[in-house]
């Protein structure tokens, strides 16, 4: 049985990207960005793409 995510009137903060991304993969193509060196974790979303400043 599904459960609800959230119960009515309550705010749930969800990133841009996570919210969007099958959306856009399915509409555009694949979801593609620049990574951040601050990253441990590449955030759930588009695919991560890490460059070092000379490339």
Same mark, same amino acid.
Do not use: C, K, N, W
């Given at each position: 049985?599904?459960? +609800?995510?959230?119960? +009515? !009137?309550?705010?749930?903060?969800? +990133? $841009?990207?996570?919210? $969007?991304? !099958?959306?856009?993969?399915?509409?555009?193509?694949? $979801?593609?960005?620049?990574?951040?060196?601050?990253?441990?974790?590449?955030?759930?979303?588009?695919?991560?793409?890490?460059?070092?400043?000379?490339?």
């Amino acid at each position: 049985m599904d459960e +609800p995510v959230a119960i +009515p !009137g309550q705010r749930v903060a969800v +990133p $841009f990207e996570q919210y $969007f991304h !099958g959306s856009i993969e399915i509409s555009l193509g694949p $979801f593609v960005a620049l990574g951040s060196p601050e990253d441990y974790v590449p955030p759930h979303g588009a695919v991560r793409h890490y460059a070092t400043d000379e490339t």
